[in-house]
């Protein structure tokens, strides 16, 4: 049974960092891209990073670009987000999600994703 946890979530004052976790299981962990997303009140849901199954690539949203970094430990099952410099506008609940199929290099989309976590909320407000 496919799971995906997140962690890490909680209220940070702009310019604060907080590092979010997403522990996997029920799969073969470094066989799958791996992104994070999230989704705001009343918008639509876009990807802020992603990272390829061999954890060499990488990509981000614009606005997030110098600020974020995915990274994953396939050690641990695990994929993170570091998020420095927030900002308000960064406030989401974010999820990890799993590419639809094993060895999916460079899954940007939406509908390259079949498995989501529950999410965690991020509030950056002073």
Not at 8 to 14: A, D, F, N, R
Not at 25 to 37: E, K, L
Not at 76 to 101: F, I
């Amino acid at each position: 049974q496919v799971q995906l946890v997140e962690s890490g979530g909680g209220l940070v004052q702009p310019g604060g960092s907080l590092r979010l976790s997403c522990a996997a299981s029920g799969f073969t962990f470094n066989w799958y891209t791996m992104s994070w997303y999230r989704q705001a009140p009343g918008t639509e849901r876009e990807l802020v990073a992603g990272i390829n199954y061999d954890g060499v690539s990488t990509w981000y949203l614009e606005s997030v670009k110098g600020r974020f970094t995915i990274s994953r430990d396939n050690a641990k099952n695990t994929l993170y987000l570091q998020m420095n410099s927030l900002k308000p506008e960064d406030t989401a609940v974010y999820r990890c999600a799993r590419a639809k199929r094993t060895f999916y290099f460079n899954a940007r989309g939406l509908n390259d994703y079949d498995f989501w976590g529950q999410g965690t909320q991020v509030t950056v407000s002073s």
